[in-house]
């Protein structure tokens, strides 16, 4: 069996810092309002890892926001210097750290597992003709 790869990230001042050894479980684009919104882009590419693997120097900080179509409570975690967003942790799923793709030192080998909220997706995104696409949040 291969040994898995290490995963290291930083905000873009270099203040929060993190890596991880375990594989991920899944990346995902989210279309929803709210990562249009937190991401200032189309979509969000989240990838999901245990939370129990990443380690982070530096002390994030913390927005709680709930959803505003599933109402499901969630944390923002972002650098209090340079604002860069980082993570996301689902309440109904605290055992998973979403770890926002852009802050990867190496972003190679994420290929996309599925979308979600497709329905709030930009008109001008064409979408993937064999990833799964869910037009609500996946839960």
Same mark, same amino acid.
């Given at each position: 069996m ?5 995963r290291?990230?930083?905000? +873009?001042?270099?203040?929060i810092?993190?890596r991880?050894?375990a !594989?991920?479980t ?5 279309h929803?309002d709210?990562?249009?919104?937190h991401?200032?882009s189309?979509?969000s590419?989240?990838?999901l890892?245990a939370r129990?693997?990443v ?6 900080q913390v927005?709680?926001?709930t ?9 923002? +975690?972002f ?5 860069t967003p980082?993570f996301?942790?689902l309440? !109904? ?7 926002k793709?852009?802050t990867?030192?190496d972003r190679t ?8 909220w ?5 008109d001008w995104l064409?979408?993937?003709?064999t ?9």
């Amino acid at each position: 069996m291969t040994p898995t790869a290490s995963r290291t990230g930083h905000c +873009l001042c270099g203040a929060i810092t993190y890596r991880f050894d375990a !594989e991920p479980t899944g990346v995902v684009l989210c279309h929803c309002d709210d990562c249009q919104r937190h991401t200032g882009s189309a979509f969000s590419q989240n990838v999901l890892v245990a939370r129990d693997a990443v380690k982070i120097e530096g002390t994030p900080q913390v927005h709680h926001t709930t959803g505003t179509e599933n109402g499901h409570l969630r944390d923002r +975690l972002f650098c209090g210097d340079c604002g860069t967003p980082i993570f996301t942790i689902l309440h !109904e799923h605290p055992e998973t750290l979403i770890v926002k793709a852009g802050t990867l030192d190496d972003r190679t080998g994420l290929t996309p597992t599925a979308d979600v909220w497709w329905r709030r997706a930009q008109d001008w995104l064409t979408p993937h003709p064999t990833r799964p696409r869910f037009t609500g949040d996946a839960h």
